[in-house]
T-cell receptor, first 112, second 115 residues
Framework: DQQVKQNSPSLSVQEGRISILNCDYTNSMFDYFLWYKKYPAEGPTFLISISSIKDKNEDGRFTVFLNKSAKHLSLHIVPSQPGDSAVYFCAGLSSNTGKLIFGQGTTLQVKP | DAGVIQSPRHEVTEMGQEVTLRCKPISGHNSLFWYRQTMMRGLELLIYFNNNVPIDDSGMPEDRFSAKMPNASFSTLKIQPSEPRDSAVYFC?????????????FGPGTRLTVT
């Protein structure tokens, strides 16, 4: 059972435009959601998170939106930059278990 | 801080050989996690430790895999005997632990190839 799903394997956007990465989940016990960014030959790095009691969290060019009723979250990057090109992972965390459950990842390409 | 350190960065071995992957977490972090990344299964948690004690090893694929954390600054993941299907990138991550400290910091990974 895949508890966290990123249904789009890849996304291509033009520099300066908005990138929207989507994530769906099935586990209602998640109380935090995190986005990680991964460059080739490196480990994932933490990007931004949101508590399940919030519906929006913003950090500079990055904003995460959470729709609990739809069990859906999205990461918005505005404006997109070529350096944002990477694989983005969505993850859910249940503080009871301390375990992060990751989605399959979405490869973002930002074209100059 | 140097971040999470993993060694080796690359490992090529023959089927049947023993493989040991090493991890040094960030100093002061109480939780340590081992992940495996493959094309088929994505990034999956194998085992995690809290204060050097294994808490959940339900992700360990089979008895050929074992992990230890003899002290707060060192952990190993061992595969014996290794098989070609174990080929993957193995990540170690650490976290401060405690309420609200849920971010995990990943090492650069070990790319394992079993021929």
């Amino acid at each position: 059972d895949q508890q966290v799903k990123q249904n789009s394997p890849s996304l291509s956007v033009q520099e300066g435009r908005i990138s929207i990465l989507n994530c769906d989940y099935t586990n209602s016990m998640f109380d935090y959601f995190l986005w990680y960014k991964k460059y080739p030959a490196e480990g994932p790095t933490f990007l931004i998170s949101i508590s399940s009691i919030k519906d929006k969290n913003e950090d500079g060019r990055f904003t995460v939106f959470l729709n609990k009723s739809a069990k859906h979250l999205s990461l918005h990057i505005v404006p997109s930059q070529p350096g944002d090109s990477a694989v983005y992972f969505c993850a859910g965390l249940s503080s009871n278990t301390g375990k992060l459950i990751f989605g399959q990842g979405t490869t973002l390409q930002v074209k100059p | 801080d140097a971040g999470v350190i993993q060694s080796p960065r690359h490992e090529v071995t023959e089927m049947g050989q023993e493989v040991t992957l090493r991890c040094k977490p960030i100093s002061g972090h109480n939780s340590l996690f081992w992940y495996r990344q493959t094309m088929m299964r994505g990034l999956e948690l194998l085992i995690y430790f809290n204060n050097n004690v294994p808490i959940d090893d339900s992700g360990m694929p089979e008895d050929r895999f074992s992990a230890k954390m003899p002290n707060a600054s060192f952990s190993t993941l061992k595969i014996q005997p290794s098989e070609p299907r174990d080929s993957a990138v193995y990540f170690c991550a650490s976290s401060p632990g405690g309420t609200g400290s849920y971010e995990q910091y990943f090492g650069p990974g070990t790319r394992l190839t079993v021929t």
